[in-house]
T-cell receptor, first 115, second 114 residues
Framework: DVKVTQSSRYLVKRTGEKVFLECVQD?????MFWYRQDPGLGLRLIYF???????EKGDIPEGYSVSREKKERFSLILESASTNQTSMYLC??????????????FGAGSRLTVL | AQSVTQPDIHITVSEGASLELRCNYS??????LFWYVQSPGQGLQLLLK??????LVQGIKGFEAEFKRSQSSFNLRKPSVHWSDAAEYFC????????????FGTGTRLKVLA
């Protein structure tokens, strides 16, 4: 019944490493999102994609990039990981539908620790 | 600026007691409103949503929420809490203005005492 799958639940990386976080959805959704979740800050949008090869910056895109080569897959890339990127990363998807009215389906999250 | 405020960071209730989690939003028009729940180690799951119509909406797991336009609030309630309700709860706003961005509150962590 899993609909949004994040391939890595826990990762430990070193400062300066390149990190890939992968997300796959099987609901044929057009929209996919990457959020960062930190205590006391809630969820903050990093990047959003509304179609293959299309992306938009969210509220905190600095230090991150994304890739969407196929409809079902949305990758988050940390080109050079830093300790302040230690966090929980949540992927979500939604149908295109009416802007702002779509229910987000979330993955279980990827907890990244950068040493 | 648009914002969502959940004033209670932590709430502790006894099993069987009633629950109300507060959510206030700041937005020019009536937005789309959501409550999500995050169980430990899991992603967020939709509890309920409000788009229009009846201001009292029912969700899963026995939760309900009431939209009050005059107070810009969308509080979540449950008449009798179960131990399995211990989780973090997020209120969120969807903006009906041509954007797919959602604004999330900072969350309320619920602890349930046996």
């Amino acid at each position: 019944d899993v609909k949004v799958t994040q391939s890595s639940r826990y990762l430990v990386k070193r400062t300066g490493e390149k990190v890939f976080l992968e997300c796959v959805q099987d609901m044929d959704h057009e929209n996919m999102f990457w959020y960062r979740q930190d205590p006391g800050l809630g969820l903050r949008l990093i990047y959003f994609s509304y179609d293959v090869k299309m992306k938009e910056k969210g509220d905190i895109p600095e230090g991150y990039s994304v890739s969407r080569e196929k409809k079902e897959r949305f990758s988050l890339i940390l080109e050079s990981a830093s300790t302040n990127q230690t966090s929980m990363y949540l992927c979500a998807s939604s149908p295109r539908g009416v802007s702002g009215a779509n229910v987000l389906t979330f993955g279980a999250g990827s907890r990244l620790t950068v040493l | 600026a648009q914002s969502v405020t959940q004033p209670d960071i932590h709430i502790t209730v006894s099993e069987g007691a009633s629950l109300e989690l507060r959510c206030n939003y700041s937005y020019g028009a009536t937005p789309y409103l959501f409550w999500y729940v995050q169980s430990p180690g899991q992603g967020l799951q939709l509890l309920l949503k409000y788009f229009s119509g009846d201001t009292l909406v029912q969700g899963i797991k026995g939760f309900e929420a009431e939209f009050k336009r005059s107070q810009s609030s969308f509080n979540l309630r449950k008449p009798s809490v179960h131990w399995s309700d211990a989780a973090e709860y997020f209120c969120a706003v969807g903006q009906p203005s041509g954007t797919y961005k959602y604004i999330f509150g900072t969350g309320t962590r619920l602890k349930v005492l046996a």
